[in-house]
């Protein structure tokens, strides 16, 4: 599964206005909300602020991939957003996180569920990636290096790999 299958412009947001974990969730709740994948945003925020006191999915650099599994989730969707100043989301590295890409999906779909969060986390560890998505100006500029990326990684065919539930891979 490619990333520009589940990201669209509508769900990628240049520059989040919340100051915190909580606000910048509720923002890209609400993208992922308008453009119509959940059909209770409340019961998903819940869903993904429940699994973000399991355990951070903030995984150091500046990047957090806050993902859940719901039934108010009509399909595996994701919302991108960066965050000027950072938030504190209690980083495996304690440093503030720039980077959100948020995941949704319903509770059926596992193995798309952990393709689509590997690819995510491939994206962001790239430097030259990340840079590009933080050089942007617009949601369309952060597509086209999402379409670029997609387009790499497809050539290289790359296996995702779990061990106890965990994604291992590979930067690119």
């Given at each position: 599964?490619?990333l ?15 100051s ?7 923002e ?13 945003k409340d ?15 903030a995984?150091g650099?500046?990047?957090a ?23 504190e ?12 890409f ?21 994206l ?7 840079q ?7 949601p369309q ?14 050539k ?5 790999s779990?061990k106890?539930?965990?994604v ?5």
């Open positions: 599964m490619l520009e299958d589940v990201l669209s412009k509508k769900t990628v947001v240049v520059e989040l206005k919340g915190d974990k909580k606000s910048v969730m509720e890209l709740t609400e993208c992922l909300a308008d453009e119509k994948v959940l059909s209770d019961a998903f925020l819940s869903a993904i602020m429940e699994r973000e006191e399991l355990e951070s999915t995984i650099g500046g990047i991939i806050p993902h859940a599994k719901h039934e108010s989730v009509k399909k595996i969707f994701c919302a991108l957003g960066m965050v000027k100043n950072g938030v989301f209690n980083a495996l590295d304690g440093k503030p996180v720039t980077a959100v948020m995941v949704a999906s319903p509770p059926d779909l596992n193995r798309e569920y952990i393709q689509v969060v590997a690819r995510a986390a491939r962001l560890k790239s430097d030259v990636m990340m590009k998505i933080a050089a942007a100006t617009s500029e952060i597509m086209k290096v999402v379409l670029d990326f997609d387009r790499i990684l497809h290289a065919s790359v296996e995702v779990t106890e539930g965990r291992i891979h590979k930067d690119i």
